[in-house]
T-cell receptor, first 115, second 114 residues
């Protein structure tokens, strides 16, 4: 069975602070995919990133960066110089690699960025 | 291109009534997913389809819930009879490559059962 744990439930930071959102996963698959989705106050879930289990290189996209470590089964997400618009619920998710794989979400982390 | 379209956006109904939620996936996407989001349980996968065929409905909570996909451009999630504990936001999502690919979500249907 697959499991995604986001131990942090709520984080509050002041604008321009850096913040890291933690994600730990469990799977027996050797090939799998990890994701982050953002759910802003408007409610719609927005895809941020997808990584496969064979690619442990860190990824940076603007102020966003992701650290994937298979040794600790973690896929953490860092926002540098946070902004008020980053306020949202962030979900980490895990999928197998098969054609009919299911995407399993963590419980989400509510990030509040104060001006 | 239009994204995933869900209707209604909001539904308020009384216990015992039938509720039908609708979804139009992105054209060309072979996979369609129904998720339910609540504060207590987070995002739960209810059922998903591949090429209009239900692949896994193990997340459907009970017989009161049913889902259909009569064609590639339309799916429904029906609750009959509805109960207050069904109150949640129901999301539809579509994908090219199943759960291993990027899911495109609709805006959700917020259901309140009184």
């Amino acid at each position: 069975a697959q499991k995604v744990t986001q131990a942090q439930t709520e984080i509050s930071v002041v604008e321009k602070e850096d913040v890291t959102l933690d994600c730990v996963y469990e799977t027996r698959d050797t090939t799998y995919y990890l994701f982050w989705y953002k759910q802003p106050p408007s409610g719609e879930l927005v895809f941020l990133i997808r990584r496969n289990s064979f690619d442990e290189q860190n990824e940076i996209s603007g102020r966003y960066s992701w650290n994937f470590q298979k040794s600790t089964s973690s896929f953490n997400f860092t926002i540098t110089a946070s902004q008020v618009v980053d306020s949202a619920v962030y979900f980490c998710a895990l999928s197998g690699a098969g054609a009919n794989s299911k995407l399993t979400f963590g419980k989400g982390i509510t990030l509040s960025v104060r001006p | 291109d239009a994204g995933v379209i869900q209707s209604p956006r909001h539904e308020v109904t009384e216990m015992g009534q039938e509720v039908t939620l609708r979804c139009k996936p992105i054209s060309g996407h072979d996979y369609l997913f129904w998720y339910r989001q609540t504060m207590m349980r987070g995002l739960e996968l209810l059922i998903y389809f591949n090429n209009n065929v239900p692949i896994d409905d193990s997340g459907m909570p009970e017989d009161r819930f049913s889902a259909k996909m009569p064609n590639a451009s339309f799916s429904t999630l029906k609750i009959q009879p509805s109960e207050p504990r069904d109150s949640a936001v129901y999301f539809c999502a579509s994908s090219l490559w199943g759960g291993a690919g990027e899911l495109f979500f609709g805006e959700g249907s917020r259901l309140t059962v009184l």
